[in-house]
């Protein structure tokens, strides 16, 4: 059973950092591409962040400030965020593409089969 399971989020000032974790449990990832989504409070869930084999993919309100990076060998992907905003505030999903072996883009939450829980992160000003 593929289980995810986010970590890190908390309560930080603007401006400062957070480093979120997600460590996937169940099967190996390392063919799997793996995202970050988020969801603020009344607003749908939008794509942050997704690596892949090859590649690594940014929404444009997160390049420059977070980065995406996986440790195959831990089966983790992590999501560093940088110079937090308020509007970063949200609960932040980590999710897995079943597709194995596909390195393109996926923007669209129905393009993952696998989710975690969330990690909240607060931002303020």
């Known amino acids: 059973q593929v289980q995810l399971v986010e970590s890190g989020g908390g309560l930080v000032q603007a401006g400062g950092f957070l480093r979120l974790s997600c460590a996937a449990s169940g099967r190996t990832f390392s063919s799997y591409a793996m995202a970050w989504f988020r969801q603020a409070p009344g607003k749908e869930r939008e794509f942050v962040a997704r690596i892949t084999r090859r590649s690594s993919y940014y929404a444009d309100f997160v390049k420059g400030r977070f980065t995406i990076s996986r440790d195959n060998a831990k089966n983790t992907v992590y999501l560093q965020m940088n110079s937090l905003k308020p509007e970063d505030t949200a609960v932040y999903y980590c999710?897995?593409?079943?597709?194995?072996?596909?390195?393109?883009?996926?923007?669209?939450?129905?393009?993952?089969?696998?989710w975690g829980q969330g990690t909240q992160v607060t931002v303020s000003s």
């Open positions: 999710a897995v593409d079943g597709r194995a072996y596909y390195s393109g883009t996926a923007y669209r939450d129905d393009e993952y089969d696998y």
